[in-house]
């Protein structure tokens, strides 16, 4: 894969949802995924815990034998800079309450063409996105989704999730940022890191 076709993920937060996303998305080909917890020690947390085994994904599929996936994110953080440096997409894989902390945390190293999701995103994102990132919003492709594309129980943090189920579709809504074109395709690229499914 060439640098053209590489993706550079950031996933914020450090739940069910965020351990699904990074262990599914870190398993494809030329894709680099980092992670951003900026509660308590859990960056710290999670590193230490891939020190010495991969993340590991069990995915569960009516009439199926689970599937596993063992990758590992290329990098967990608590540093905002090192976090977003040069990504191409930027999930919001936690709770709606916390995206303000983290948008404001970011917005000095957000770049542009960067596209911004919501994994749910809640009502609002965009209004948030634009209410915090001020200018800089313009630059930016917001996407925002009623819910995570699973359903999803965390085994032991940092190590172990269970997808449950996976969505068939999704129900979302874009804003393309009138001063920056998207790094990437927005829609394509994010159904490259979900997978097949939702579509």
Not at 21 to 27: D, K, L, V
Not at 31 to 46: F, G, I, N
Not at 59 to 86: F, M, Y
Not at 154 to 180: I, N, P, Y
Request: hydrophobic fraction near 40%; aromatic fraction near 6%.
């Amino acid at each position: 894969m060439s640098s053209a076709d590489s993706i550079k993920l950031l996933i914020c937060g450090s739940g069910n949802g965020a351990h699904a996303f990074a262990g599914i998305a870190s398993s494809h080909p030329g894709t680099e995924v980092r992670v951003l917890s900026l509660y308590q020690d859990e960056a710290e947390r999670w590193s230490k815990a891939l020190e010495t085994a991969d993340l590991e994904i069990t995915c569960h599929r009516r009439d199926q034998e689970p599937s596993v996936i063992r990758s590992k994110p290329a990098l967990i953080t608590k540093n905002p800079e090192d976090a977003v440096r040069g990504v191409d997409i930027i999930a919001f894989v936690l709770p709606a309450f916390a995206h303000q902390v983290f948008l404001e945390a970011l917005k000095p190293y957000i770049e542009p063409g960067v596209i911004i999701v919501g994994l749910p995103g809640a009502s609002g994102l965009e209004f948030q996105v634009r209410g915090i990132l001020g200018d800089k919003a313009n630059t930016c492709t917001v996407m925002n989704f009623e819910s995570l594309p699973w359903a999803c129980r965390l085994g032991e943090f940092g190590r172990k999730c269970d997808v449950l189920g996976t969505k068939e579709s999704m129900v979302g809504a874009m804003q393309v940022g009138r001063d920056a074109a998207p790094k990437k395709n927005p829609v394509t690229t994010l159904q490259s890191l979900i997978g097949d499914h939702p579509d």
